[in-house]
């Protein structure tokens, strides 16, 4: 089973920018589909973005222009550089398989205060 591992987020003022990456362990992470998710406070977890094996993206339209799904296939990293934070930007960020997911990790916290 792979082993997910969140880190990257924390406080930041509206318009800022953070860097959130996702450490998979085992060798099918660069076979795979990734993705990012959010659980903003009181919702459902949302699919933020995906990147196939071979690195085509798609965002969902909140924000599309504003971050960039990104992975290290050599690292077993996957990354997410968010920009022009804004406040409903304030989650819990996983990453994950889009379909079929493996075990949830921790997730990382991400404030955007205004």
């Known amino acids: 089973q792979v082993q997910l591992v969140e880190s990257g987020g924390g406080l930041v003022q509206a318009g800022g920018s953070l860097r959130l990456s996702c450490a998979a362990s085992?060798?099918?992470?660069?076979?795979?589909?990734m993705a990012w998710y959010r659980q903003p406070p009181g919702k459902q977890r949302e699919l933020v973005a995906t990147?196939?094996?071979?690195?085509?993206?798609n965002y969902a339209d909140s924000v599309k222009g504003r971050c960039t799904i990104s992975r290290d296939n050599a690292k077993n990293t996957l990354y997410l550089q968010m920009n022009s934070l804004k406040p409903e930007d304030t989650a819990v960020y996983y990453c994950?398989?889009?379909?079929?997911?493996?075990?949830w990790g921790q997730g990382t916290q991400v404030t955007v205060s205004s």
């Open positions: 990147i196939t094996s071979a690195g085509t993206t």
């Open positions: 085992g060798s099918a992470f660069r076979i795979v589909s």
């Open positions: 994950n398989r889009p379909t079929i997911q493996w075990s």
